[in-house]
């Protein structure tokens, strides 16, 4: 039962089953009309031939290429040029950490690729630098991740010219490794509830960093364990008052502690330090536990763009309230998000890659006396891979878009596209991310017992990238922040309020997508009809609309009973499914919109393809509750099912090409497995066969 129907059922179900009947009946009075195609798909009659599309790989690899591909090869080449800095299969812990330590300072100062710089002022280019490190090792990325965008992002993010000015060079040369310290024990998702103190002492003008309790430890902190000599403290700032509670609590703020000596590195007085030990991913990176027994830190240290302490103790900040201050603060942090993203769908180019190339050139049976045939001629093989062929063009356009309002927001700090941008990060990485890890496991298997060599990278890649689902904000609780978003749209469209940027096909189409199933087109099935951008966006748009409006009303009912709290629980999978939905519709208008902006006429149509076979599958994978609510007739629901199956042999047939033009260097894609030529002499020599 899909959840718009539990409101149905829940609200009005006899005037929705009356609907449905009426609806029915007029189908057999009303003749269909006939159907109109959009001009665009005239030229993109490619898949009605049964003959395999030609693409001009060299165009499609232009237009896939993004901006900064010159630097991502800078990177990758300048590690395939240095074999000591290369990540052995199966390196002990302590050799990685410090293996992944020599591979950041070898980067900034020896390739002189600066990452930091680009932080703030072209984060594309810096999410470009992380994903290709990524792909040389993920705990390199992750490294790269901790030391640039969480300590040195949250100095500049937070900080003001003064912190800049004192730390910049520091972090950027490496001289400065830093942590970002979150996370305590008893506290991970909900960070307000964090307990670490900040309490301000007027006499020394200092402030003193404890930790209250053992839960209030700080825990995972990368960077932490081994090579760490700052950290951003979150922690709560305490403030005396004249007052009868003699304290103030000013809520969580950020602060620059030094835990290591800078030239001995030994560990700072009043600083306790332990390690988080062995995971099962990313041992490259070394994740640390700290506690603080009042330690003393200069007032400055306050990153204080959102709130400061003045001399004698008076607390000033632009924003009136903890919440807002919270709010912002968070705001400034989701360039990790972003990051994360972006370079998960750069793991899922290379694991589709590795699985595609194999599946091509391995054979298993055949017809009788006949040869045996590549494995990706079988359907189930196809079902399993090229779907997620076509979600990974699909999440590329999606992450350069999602880069692209990063940068801006970064550049006009527009406080709706700061909005946009938090809701959009934390959708797209959270479904992207979840997308990916199931998806390593799928190219795992679909290799079959290769895939579980680890030279063949699938190991290595779905335990390093597992966390992404996380870190940077769970995946569950980031998507209930995308839910809360398009509720807070919602009840602003009714109270007459503006509508974010980002999600205006809400108030443009809204009350289109909320009128009942149209039951003429919801019995068309022509080819065209389905291959329309508009069916298939309107589709997705009517399940999102549908599923915010049903929602609404079963928390307002709810809350009358449960309050707010339960009711948001018991409508929980709800409205998760809610904004995966949003943001599937979302990930495909983006899609849409790069078919239709490519210049080369066999490129789009190659395009086209995919994009078809990632609406089609998606609108597949969701038939009940389209069916359901009658928005696709029997007859329909047949058709889209035929024309996946179509496009799946469709794009099988066009894989080869639709890998390459990923155009990812056969050094990330090493997989002895997956190489176009000889392939088992690799594999054979890899094992010692000479
Ligand atoms: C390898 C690694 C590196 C890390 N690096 C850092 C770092 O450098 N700095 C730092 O500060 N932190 C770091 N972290 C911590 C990380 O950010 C947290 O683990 C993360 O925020 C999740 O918090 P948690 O572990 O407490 O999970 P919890 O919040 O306890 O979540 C556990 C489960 O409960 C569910 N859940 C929680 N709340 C809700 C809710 N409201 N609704 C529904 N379900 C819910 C979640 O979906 C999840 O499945 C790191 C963690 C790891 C493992």
């Known amino acids: 039962m899909s959840p718009s129907q539990t409101l149905e059922d829940e609200s009005h179900p006899s005037i929705t089953a009356v609907n449905r009947r009426i609806q029915r009946l007029s ?51 300048f590690f395939e040029s240095r ?183 030994q560990t700072l007085p009043g600083i306790e330090i332990q390690d988080c030990g062995h995971k099962i991913g990313l041992n490259g990176v070394d994740n ?62 290379i694991s589709v890659t590795i699985a595609v190339r194999y599946s091509l050139l391995r054979q298993q049976f055949g017809p009788p006396q006949q040869p045996e045939v590549s494995i990706l001629d079988y359907q189930s093989q196809q079902h399993k891979l090229m779907p997620m062929l076509a979600s990974t063009y699909a999440f590329h356009f999606a992450a350069q878009y999602l880069v692209e309002k990063y940068s801006e927001m970064k550049k006009t700090h527009d406080e709706q596209l700061v909005a946009d941008v938090h809701a959009l990060s934390a959708g797209l990485k959270s479904y992207m991310t979840s997308y990916t890890a199931k998806s390593l496991s799928t190219c795992r298997e679909a290799c079959g017992g290769h895939g579980y060599a680890a030279v063949n990278r699938f190991g290595s890649l779905r335990n390093d990238h597992d966390i992404f689902q ?24 009714f109270q007459g309020g503006t509508l974010s940027v980002t999600w205006n096909y809400l108030r443009e189409s809204m009350n289109t997508y909320l009128s009942q199933p149209n039951p003429i087109t919801a019995r068309w099935e022509s080819t065209d009809h389905l291959r329309d951008p508009k069916f298939q966006l309107d589709a997705f748009r009517y399940r999102t609309s549908r599923l915010l409006q049903s929602v609404a009303a079963r928390l307002r009912k709810h809350s009358k009973t449960l309050g707010s709290f339960g009711a948001w629980n018991r409508c929980l999978n709800h409205l998760l499914t809610l904004a995966e939905s949003h943001i599937e ?69 066009i894989a080869g090409e639709l890998i390459d033009a990923f155009d990812i260097p056969e050094s990330i894609t090493r997989a002895p497995i997956a190489m176009q030529s000889e392939a088992y002499s690799q594999y054979t020599h890899h094992v010692g066969f000479q």
């Not at 050799?95 to 710089?117: G, N, S």
């Not at 640390?288 to 709130?307: E, M, T, Y």
């Not at 998000?337 to 370079?343: D, E, K």
């Open 83 to 265: 074999p000591d800095l290369q990540t052995p299969v199966g390196i002990p812990m302590e050799e990685h950490r410090e293996l992944c330590m020599r591979q950041i300072v070898a980067l900034v100062r020896d390739a002189k690729i600066r990452p930091f710089r680009y932080v703030v002022d072209d984060p594309a280019k810096y999410f470009a630098i992380t994903e290709a490190v990524g792909s040389i090792d993920v705990s390199l990325g992750i490294k790269v991740g901790v030391q640039f965008s969480l300590w040195g992002g949250s100095v500049l993010n937070l900080g003001t010219k003064k912190h800049r000015d004192k730390y910049f060079d520091g972090i950027d040369n490496v001289d400065y490794p830093g942590c970002f310290a979150m996370t305590e024990l008893h506290h991970g998702s909900n960070v307000q509830g964090l307990q670490t103190t900040a309490t301000f002492d007027p006499i020394t003008d200092e402030f003193i960093i404890d930790t209250p309790n053992d839960g209030a430890i700080k825990w995972w902190i990368g960077n932490a364990a081994v090579h760490g000599k700052f950290a951003t403290v979150f922690a709560k700032l305490i403030l005396p008052t004249h007052d009868s509670k003699k304290v103030s609590d000013m809520g969580v703020h950020a602060f620059i502690v030094p835990i290591r000596h800078l030239k001995t590195h």
């Open 288 to 349: 640390g536990a700290l506690r603080f027994r009042s330690v003393r830190i200069p007032r400055d240290n306050l990153l204080n763009r959102f709130g400061d302490v003045s001399r004698d103790g008076k607390y000033t900040s632009s924003l009136p309230t903890i919440n807002k201050r919270f709010a912002a603060m968070l705001g400034e942090l989701v360039g990790g998000r972003v990051g994360l993203a972006y370079s998960s769908v750069g793991f899922l180019k």
């Open 470 to 493: 996380t870190f940077e904000g769970d995946n569950t609780v980031l998507l209930q922040q995308v839910a809360a978003d398009l509720l807070k749209q919602y009840k602003d469209k």
């Open 585 to 653: 519709s979302v990930i495909l208008a983006r899609f849409i919109e790069a078919v239709q902006n490519c210049p080369d006429a066999s490129s789009q149509a190659a395009l086209k393809l995919v994009c078809d076979l990632y609406a089609l599958d998606r609108i597949w994978n969701d038939i009940g509750t389209y069916r359901n609510v009658d928005y696709v007739a029997p007859n329909k629901a047949k058709a889209i099912h035929k024309l996946t199956e179509y496009l799946c042999f469709q794009v099988r047939n």
């Open 27 to 77: 189908l057999h009075l009303t003749p269909l009309p006939p159907f109109q195609p959009s001009p665009q798909l005239h030229m993109l009659e490619c898949a009605k031939a049964a003959n395999k599309l030609e693409v001009d790989k060299a165009s499609l690899q232009c237009y896939m290429r993004g901006k900064n591909r010159e630097l991502q090869e800078k990177v990758i080449n």
